[in-house]
């Protein structure tokens, strides 16, 4: 073997090394996050009123909350609306990525393929307006740390490397398939040699790593808010917390 | 006032209608422009009955930081906002302290982000590894959370527009009761609790005075009527235990004697508590265990007093704190079902049902307008019965814009521990939008079942040269009662 196929080994190695340890980071983080709100108990029911009386209405709250932003939407309509095709083109750019990685690809997938691909191209549009906002109101700008930043031009970079790799420099999607099932069936091939997709792959994993530990878990931590996931009954039955008696008074 | 008063941008914005809504001007951002405005902070003499630490804790940057682990434990909510803002600003211009002061720590999120920093230094490396502020919980950050965190009034309007629900009020109170275990607190809160333990009420009337004052309006409500309308006292056995805000013994009187002609019309035997005649819980304001004590003393008094119902009087804080009550301080089942009750609920269910005669016309020279308390209304869900009794009641009845209304409304400015004169330029400054809002209806009185309200808003009116009066509920059913 010579030098550069072995060098070529040794970062193949260490790029699939990486990949498993941020999806370990990101599943593992996740899920002991999760763990840690589900265990921390809520001790007075603070319900945002009016909501909902019933199980089914606050399942509808919390499908309204991740689906359409509402008290966004009365807060801010310009922002609202950046910030919801924002997340569309995540979700459909995401629901077109599980072709990597299941087989045989849904239909579903299959069905949403072109529009997923436009969701790609239009992502930097509002990518780049929450950016702009940021810098551009003074409010904003005052309450924004460099994660912030780092966050969304992480994910304008991972868009934009992928919409090279599809387009403009394109890599040969068998290599690529074959690359991910080899990881996702624990049988890892190599990867393609393809700079932009190498690049592409680090940044997916360096936000898979960032994920649980950052502002993102806003996607989990949606599901958990109390003012949200709560029936609005706080006058009956009696709501109880469990480390009342433990808070002496006499 | 203060000179820095004049400074805050926000007193030349103009407010302008739109249809059916209030344009609510934003103030440009001026750092650091309320920091000067802080609370007294609280006096050896009062901290001790509340089982604080008379001084500053030996260690007390330890002790802080393993309290807001023991908080974080405790409180879901807290754990999840501290985690999950976006940051996206949306909460930004929603708070009243920010409308009025243009201070940008008065942004909720900017509020939040003060005690977000420490817990980012002590708990969550990885933001702060990657260039997020952090800051370990020393002198500097002490004052800051000392000034903005009772900048905040524990309103909760911020959470009604954040996506994910963020209540920056909890925040402020884990903020609060993280500064209380070290010793750090404002001298009006604890006065104010101290005094409950004392005397009974947030006011330390004695014993002796209050009931001086209800034979006072005993003899006022037959000057009015002609009848023998009572102001009962420690009655054992009556039916109804009413706990009001202590105020309205001493200075909202119209309230109180709306009280007394209510149940009077009733046919209801009601008695108040020397042990308990306040409601106001300003526990609240510091720490979970003054709170549940606080509370305790009604429920307390109401099994001495062996009545079969407890009912809170026209005040906010006190709603908030009731509306925990059978969590706190419950099982509440030697209490008739359902429990708690606002006396609004109460008043709003007997008109529903005819129980009085009314004049609309008594009340036929107001063009009345109508205060959601924020506790009353966004806290404690009652936003359709102080609407119900307005209507009952008066002719002219008018809503203020539609996003300063309900669960959308301003806070008077002065809630959350805040009613204190030292600060008189933040309050001002909160009620500005109050005041603006009321402005736009035209009305002459501004009704308002909350007592903090009712103590605040007067000078809120005033400061803004809005012709409104502030008055009770309850009050306008006494004008236009039949008896
Ligand atoms: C349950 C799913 C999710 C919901 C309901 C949700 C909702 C929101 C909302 C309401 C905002 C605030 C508005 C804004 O600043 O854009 C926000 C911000 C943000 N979200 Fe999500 N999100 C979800 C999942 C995700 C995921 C999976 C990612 C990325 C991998 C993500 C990335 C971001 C980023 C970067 C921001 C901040 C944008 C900025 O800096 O202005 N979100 N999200
Ligand atoms: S709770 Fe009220 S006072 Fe406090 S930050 Fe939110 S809006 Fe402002
Ligand atoms: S609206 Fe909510 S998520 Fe946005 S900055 Fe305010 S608290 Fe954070
Ligand atoms: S005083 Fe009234 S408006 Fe102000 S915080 Fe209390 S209930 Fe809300």
Redesign the interface.
Known sequence: MNDAAMIWNLLAALLIGFAYLSAFVFIGGLLL?IA??LK???????V???GPKSAPGVVARIAG?VLI?P??F???KL?WLG?WIFHACLFLILVRHTRYFLYPVPELVIDWQNISVYAGFLFPIPALYLFWRRLA????L???????Y?TLILLTAIASTGMLVHYFARVYLVDVKAFTLGLVTFAPVQPPQHPIFIAHFLLVCSLLL?FP???L??AG??F?????NQI?N???P????K??EE???D | MPEKFADFPATTLTWRKTNGGLAIPVPEMDEGIAAAMVCHPSKAKDMKPIALPTERVPHWQARAVEKLRELLEKYRGLSVYLDICAQCGACADKCQFYLGTGDPNNMPVARANLLRKVYRYYFKRAEKFLGGDAEPFNERVLKEWYTYFYQCSECRRCSVFCPYGIDTAEITMAAREIMACIGVATKYVTEVVAKVYERGNNLGIPAPAWIDNCQFLEEELKTETGKDIRMPVDEVGADVLLVMPSADNFANTDTMMAYGKLFYALGISWTTSTYANEGGNFGLFLNYQNMKKVNKRILDAARQLKVKRVIWGECGHAWRAAIYTNTLNGPMDFLDPPHPVHICQFTADMIARGAFKIDKSANDDLLITYHDPCNVARAGSLLEEPRAMIRATCNKFVEMPRNTIREKTFCCGAGGGLLTDEIMPIRMAGGKPRAEACRSTGANYLAVPCAICKAQLPEVMKHWKVDARVGGVHDLLSRAMVL
Do not use: C, E
């Open positions: 996050r840690l709100y921390t108990p809520v001790p007075l029911k603070i945002q009123t009016p909350d932003f008290n966004l009365q807060a801010d922002l910030a109101s003074s409010r904003v005052y309450i924004s740390g460099l994660p912030d780092i960032w530990f950052s502002k878990m806003h931590g949606v958990f808010s109390p003012t949200r609005d706080v006058l009956y009696r709501y109880v917390n480390w009342n808070v002496r008074v």
